[in-house]
Nanobody, 115 residues
């Protein structure tokens, strides 16, 4: 079993930056993949950024060049650095971990981009 706890959300003005953190309850070194998803009101959940154990990353087209996913294995934490934020980035952001065929989710953190 794995617990994931997100933090770092909040209210930010358009053009601003935030860094989200996802702390895992055990070592992430052997996780097959970790990812950030988001869900805005009335919309389906979408993949924002993913990071696999071999170091490859992928991003939604809407965030390429603005968001960066990274992991710190020593701290069992995955980050999502978000910059040049737009109102359409407003959503609940959730962390996901894949270990084999199992998926684990955090509780989510709200990001609101508004002036």
């Amino acid at each position: 079993q794995v617990q994931l706890v997100e933090s770092g959300g909040g209210l930010v003005q358009p053009g601003g930056s935030l860094r989200l953190s996802c702390a895992a309850s055990r070592s992430i070194f052997t996780f097959d993949a970790m990812a950030w998803y988001r869900q805005a009101p009335g919309k389906q959940r979408e993949l924002v950024a993913g990071d696999t154990s071999d170091g490859s990353t992928n991003y939604a087209d809407s965030v390429k060049g603005r968001f960066t996913i990274s992991r710190d294995n020593a701290k069992n934490t995955v980050y999502l650095q978000m910059s040049s934020l737009k109102p359409e980035d407003t959503a609940v952001y959730s962390c996901n971990a894949r270990i084999g065929s199992r998926f684990y989710w955090g509780q989510g953190t709200q990001v609101t981009v508004s002036s």
